[in-house]
């Protein structure tokens, strides 16, 4: 009898194990799923503005560089997100030798906007 006992301590134990790890593994993914949610301004930036702005920022024959820019380099992340979420087409454009307009992100959400915009920094230093 005390052996059974016992036995059947050690499998509630164990049971208590399985729940506590799968409680500790539930967090985790939950975790991680949270931080995938959180705008991701590198993801957004590789997603949408590479094909003209180049990798890592790097300007293409269509669209500045960011890297070096100093009008990234020197604006707030406010003024950023402005010319990101308005474009720049027509009178406002900047950059005569740049034939087409900046498209304005109307898909993007002010927290994308802001994201990029802060990445948009770290790629002007
Ligand atoms: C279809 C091509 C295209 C795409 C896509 C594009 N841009 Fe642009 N972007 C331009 C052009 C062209 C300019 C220069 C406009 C001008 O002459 O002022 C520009 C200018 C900018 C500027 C101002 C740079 C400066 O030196 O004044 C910012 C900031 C910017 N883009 C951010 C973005 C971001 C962020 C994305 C992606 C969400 C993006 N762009 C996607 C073409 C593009």
Same mark, same amino acid.
């Given at each position: 009898m005390q052996s059974n006992n016992k036995n059947s301590d050690t499998e509630k134990e164990r049971m208590m194990k399985r729940l506590f790890m799968g409680a500790v593994l539930f967090a985790s993914v939950m975790g991680i799923g949270g931080a995938a949610l959180a705008a991701d301004g590198a993801g957004i930036f590789n997603a949408k503005c590479v094909p003209c702005h180049g990798a890592g920022g790097a300007g293409t024959a269509?669209?500045? !560089?960011?890297?070096?820019? =100093?009008? *990234? !380099?020197?604006?707030?992340? =406010?003024? *950023?997100?402005?010319v990101i979420k308005n474009g720049r087409a027509g009178a406002e454009k900047k950059y005569p030798k740049f034939v087409i307009a900046m498209p304005a992100q109307k898909s993007l959400s002010d927290e994308d906007v802001a994201a990029v915009a802060s990445y948009l920094k770290t790629l002007a230093e």
């Open positions: 269509m669209a500045p !560089a960011f890297k070096g820019n =100093e009008f *990234i !380099a020197s604006s707030s992340v =406010e003024d *950023i997100s402005a």
